[in-house]
């Protein structure tokens, strides 16, 4: 499948930690546009294949082609096509957002109306506020912000909503779409399932380094029920959660 | 490209210096402790400059003479006279301990006239001990110099030769000119070493430089602009350093102000490359503290900070004259006390080219992001 749709080949790659594969030869495409999961339980290896994708890890075995450039070869290159969201996101103290952007957009060589982007991810009131003062949702979205300041074509995310309450959680993955909807390939780790279901166009289910399964959350579910699979307990028009949010509202809380 | 590029830096050092500025702990280190260090030596070099002696005077006799004798060392300054040594005994202990550096004794007829002569007579002695030789050795000459004029009142003598002490410069280097100096190195490698020490690895432990890294930051642009931030309150903190020195000590300024500036920006660049160094190494601070402390500790005690080096044995002198910091505290003080310019500096400046390279050579190549 050598086309225009697909924006990431990933082919055979691999990551040894200690003499262990930590990531064992996986292979798959991601195709332009689209939300791209990968899901999987802790040490799974999700980090680790994002992190080689971004260029921060060397890449062991395989290769990984990101828009025609190869990630091992022009890292430099890499960079400057990707935005990045990690795990836990940080900034440096004593600086206003407005500046976290400009720093950002500067580290990329660019000058950036500032106030625009804080604007999109609803942070415009907080503009010179520190970032060591906001709310771990805050954060997340300030984080998406100086991500996306040099108009990357592929956004990585890393278990985005680890830590954050419901509502924080909603508002994140209505921002991911937002995202996506600019034509921005998203390629993200979760292990909530909720969120890759709700989020993902498909999704890759990782375990041990490898790849166990990758499709589309509806067929994967189709396949399940397929093989005969069925649940023990009935299922509920509403979860705890929808409890939740309809006592508590949608509305953010920072 | 190149533009671009010296953007960043240029983004990069200005957000860096805000930081700074905006950081009360960092304030207080770099600017207000120094400052600190700068009142409590300066209140120890500074001011009159004159050799002074702790003295206890005893009296025994009761003539005229003696006593105006006393009342004219109570009011010279040379002499700093102890009242509380009442008794040979007490002065002893006094200079066993070293808070005091002879006794002077004026025995119980000195100053009387003796015998048909017609003018007063006498022997003054000063009593000291091992510990303080050489203080008693220029504190008999200086009483036998005085004895010396008021023998010249009663006994009219020819003196064929004489000897007269004539100063050289017009005014010859203070102690206060090398702690200045001294002080301004001492500024210098806090910021330098200790401020990217603990910053560097915190910033690493939190993930901020991984993000960073993350984007196309290259790491020569990132060492540019901390460098170049490091540099702008270097200048700052050494501006507020002089202008407490000429207000409260009065420090002469016989150089020039951009030869001053330049040495302390190649001064911070070199010591913070070192800063730079071990932080971007090390993965916390538990690895840097050490090694910033194995690098600072001698600079600090032989690279002429707090004792001048001259006064520290030859083979001492000649390998700190290699430390980094040497050029700097060297290089400050030819500039404010002998007046030279920066040009006629080339084996600090050189020292400090090449330091620079070293230094930056191996901070680029251990620097790790995370």
């Known amino acids: 499948m050598k086309n225009d749709d697909v924006i990431m080949q990933v082919k055979n790659l691999t990551k040894i930690y200690d003499k262990k594969k930590v990531v064992n030869g996986i292979d798959f495409e991601v195709k332009r546009g689209e939300i791209f999961g990968i899901l999987g339980p802790n040490g799974a290896g999700k980090t680790t294949t994002l992190e080689m994708l971004e260029a921060l890890r060397q890449i062991d075995g395989g290769e990984a082609l990101l828009d025609g450039v190869n990630v091992a070869k022009d890292p430099q290159k890499i960079k400057a096509l990707i935005g990045v969201q990690p795990q836990t996101p940080a900034f440096a103290e004593k600086l206003k957002l407005t500046e976290i952007i400009d720093m950002f957009a500067a580290a990329y ?17 907080k503009a010179s506020a520190y970032s060591e003062n906001l709310s771990g949702g805050q954060r997340q979205r300030l984080s998406i912000a100086a991500a996306l300041v040099h108009g990357p074509k592929v956004f990585f995310l890393d278990e985005p909503t680890t830590g954050l309450d419901p509502q924080a959680r909603r508002n994140l993955w209505g921002l991911i779409e937002d995202v996506r909807k600019k034509g921005v390939t998203v390629i993200m780790t979760t292990h909530y399932m909720d969120e890759a279901e709700l989020l993902c166009d498909r999704i890759a289910i990782m375990d041990n380094g490898k790849i166990v399964a990758l499709d589309t959350p509806k067929n994967l579910i189709k396949n399940l029920l397929k093989k005969g699979f069925k ?10 959660e929808d409890v939740f949010i309809d006592l508590t509202g949608k509305d953010l809380r920072d | 490209m190149i533009k671009k590029e010296l953007f960043t830096i240029w983004v990069f050092a200005k957000l860096e210096t805000f930081r700074t500025f905006r950081d009360k702990v960092a304030l207080f280190f770099t600017f207000v402790f120094p400052l600190i260090f700068l009142f ?35 009011e010279d300054e040379t002499f700093d006279i102890d009242k509380e040594s009442t008794s040979l005994d007490l002065a002893k202990a006094k200079m066993d301990r070293g808070q005091l550096d002879a006794t002077i004794v004026l025995p119980q007829n000195f100053g009387e006239k003796s015998g048909n002569n017609a003018y007063p007579s006498g022997e003054a002695q000063v009593i000291y001990n091992q510990n303080n030789e050489q203080a008693a050795t220029t504190l008999t000459s200086v009483l036998g110099g005085a004895f010396e004029k008021v023998n010249a009142g009663f006994v009219k003598s020819e003196t064929p030769f004489s000897v007269k002490a004539i100063s050289t410069a017009k005014e010859g280097q203070r102690r206060f000119d090398y702690t200045f100096a001294g002080l301004v190195g001492f500024s210098i490698l806090g910021l330098g070493i200790f401020g990217p020490t603990t910053v560097f690895p915190q910033m690493k432990q939190k993930g901020i430089l991984k993000r960073l890294h993350t984007t196309t930051l290259k790491v020569r642009q990132y060492f540019i602009a901390n460098a170049l931030s490091s540099s702008i309150i270097g200048i ?5 350093m002089f202008v407490a020195a000429r207000i409260f000590f009065d420090l002469n300024m016989n150089g020039d102000y951009l030869s001053l500036m330049a ?18 190494w090390a993965k916390n601070e538990n690895q840097a503290a050490p090694l910033a402390q194995i690098v600072t500790f001698p600079m600090m005690f032989l690279s002429g900070v707090f004792f001048p080096r001259f006064a520290m044995p030859e083979i001492l002198q000649r390998v700190s004259s290699f430390f980094p910091l040497t050029p700097v505290v060297d290089g400050v003080r030819l500039i404010v006390t002998e007046g030279r310019t920066i040009f006629d500096l080339g084996p600090q400046v050189g020292l400090l080219a090449a330091w620079i390279v070293i230094i930056y050579t191996i901070a680029f190549r251990a620097f790790r992001w995370e």
Not at chain 2, 263 to 280: Q, S
């Open chain 1, 109 to 125: 060589g660019e000058k950036v109306n500032a106030k625009e982007f804080l604007r999109d991810v609803d942070l415009e009131e």
């Open chain 2, 263 to 280: 040495i302390v920006v190649l001064g911070t660049i070199t010591l913070f490359g070192i800063g730079l160094a071990i932080g971007g």
């Open chain 1, 231 to 240: 649940k023990e307990q009935t299922v509920e028009q509403a979860n705890l």
């Open chain 2, 40 to 74: 409590i030596f300066g209140g120890i070099f500074g001011g009159n400059n004159s050799v002074k002696f702790k003295v206890a005077v005893l009296n025994e006799s009761k003539s005229d003479f003696s006593q105006g004798f006393v009342k004219q060392l109570t």
């Open chain 2, 236 to 240: 700052v903190s050494v501006a507020m």
